[in-house]
């Protein structure tokens, strides 16, 4: 299996809260609808949750701000992903998330990786 891994910072004008809701509530749907043409396994949304103990924590390992959420989707391989492999339906289907996309996440600001699971405990 891989992961993508997509570091979610929210666009400046939409809160914490806008941002969670539209991810959960708009977003998260739309992946749903797009998983089988796009060959997702897995899809699941982490919502930041805001503390005093997360800033603490922050704050001691001279962490940078912190992400507002962070999507992890599995895939096969990296051939599911790959764009020379992807079907018509794969190809319309990413387009309509990556516009969707650009509604609630700051794209510029997060990153995007590809990992590969090991457990250690």
């Not at 018509?88 to 289907?93: C, K, V």
């Not at 996440?105 to 995007?112: H, N, Y």
């Given at each position: 299996m891989v992961r993508v891994i997509f570091c979610l910072r929210r666009l400046p004008a939409l809160s914490p809260e806008e941002f969670a809701a539209?991810?959960?509530?708009?977003?998260?749907?739309?992946?749903?609808?797009?998983a089988e043409a796009l060959g997702i396994r897995r899809?699941?949304?982490s919502?930041?949750?805001p503390s005093d103990a997360a800033t603490a924590l922050a704050a001691v390992r001279g962490a940078p701000e912190p992400f507002d959420g962070v999507a992890s989707l599995w895939f096969d391989d990296l051939e599911s992903i790959a764009p020379a492999s992807l079907t018509?339906?794969?190809?319309?289907?990413a387009r309509a998330l990556l516009t969707d996309e650009?509604?609630?996440?700051?794209?510029?600001?997060?990153?995007?990786w590809l990992a590969e699971d090991l457990t250690v405990v």
């Open positions: 539209y991810w959960r509530d708009v977003h998260g749907p739309l992946d749903r609808q797009h899809y699941e949304q919502h930041t949750m018509p339906a794969a190809r319309s289907a650009q509604r609630f996440i700051d794209l510029a600001r997060s990153p995007i």
